[in-house]
Structure formats: structure tokens, C-alpha cells
Nanobody, 122 residues
Framework: QVQLVESGGGLVQAGGSLRLSCAAS????????MGWYRQVPGKQRELVAD???????NYADSVKGRFTIFRDNANHAVYLQMTSLKPEDTAIYYC????????????????WGQGTQVTVSS
């Protein structure tokens, strides 16, 4: 029903920048919160940042001041601008969206992208 497609991951040196993009498509009525999570092997997936449809943002303490999340509501897209990257930012980054679909208009359901690898070398 809904697909989230991420792009923009890759290999970058410490101190560098990357921008992740995520576009949602499908039978979308509306999207509430969109966010980015990350996961490294052996650890739980953790929230990096999220943003409401009204533009209210929330960041993990570890990325405050370095990462910026923003979205394009008209195109059902969310972005994560990452600067001053550190080796500890290395992870698979996942896009998440709370979506109301034409098949389920009474509430929002969670959807996930396939993940994109971000590797920061020291």
C-alpha cells in the first residue's frame, strides 16, 4: 500500500556531510510524523530525528546541532541533512512514516524504508 524509498547514503570521511532523502508513495491520505532511525549490528534501532506535519522537530542528543530534519509535505518526502559526521554515526539509516491510507482511514500505521548505509571513516 505504501512504499518508502530512501537514498543518499554512502561513505564519507569524518567531518563530512551527507543528505538522506526518503519519498513515500502509494495509497496515502495523509502522513503524521516522519522520521529517521538508525541501527548498528547488535544494537537496537534508535531514533535520530523526527518531524511532525506541522514542522515540529525532535532530535537525539547525539545529533543535536549537527543534523537537520525537514520535510516536503506536498511530495510526502523527508530529508536528513547530516554535517560534522563522526565515525559513531556509522549505521544503517531507516526512514519511518506514520501514514493514513485509503484502505485504513481511521488511523495511522507505521511504515519503514529498506534502509541506507552510512559509513563514516576516521
Amino acid at each position: 500500500q505504501v512504499q518508502l524509498v530512501e537514498s543518499g547514503g554512502g561513505l564519507v570521511q569524518a567531518g563530512g556531510s551527507l543528505r538522506l532523502s526518503c519519498a513515500a508513495s502509494g495509497s496515502i491520505v495523509s502522513i503524521n510524523v516522519m522520521g529517521w532511525y538508525r541501527q548498528v549490528p547488535g544494537k537496537q534501532r534508535e531514533l535520530v530525528a523526527d518531524i511532525t506535519s506541522g514542522g515540529y522537530t525532535n532530535y537525539a542528543d547525539s545529533v543535536k546541532g549537527r543534523f537537520t530534519i525537514f520535510r516536503d509535505n506536498a511530495n510526502h518526502a523527508v530529508y536528513l541533512q547530516m554535517t560534522s559526521l563522526k565515525p559513531e554515526d556509522t549505521a544503517i539509516y531507516y526512514c519511518n512514516a506514520q501514514v493514513k491510507t485509503t484502505a485504513h482511514v481511521t488511523g495511522y500505521s507505521d511504515y519503514w524504508g529498506q534502509g541506507t548505509q552510512v559509513t563514516v571513516s576516521s
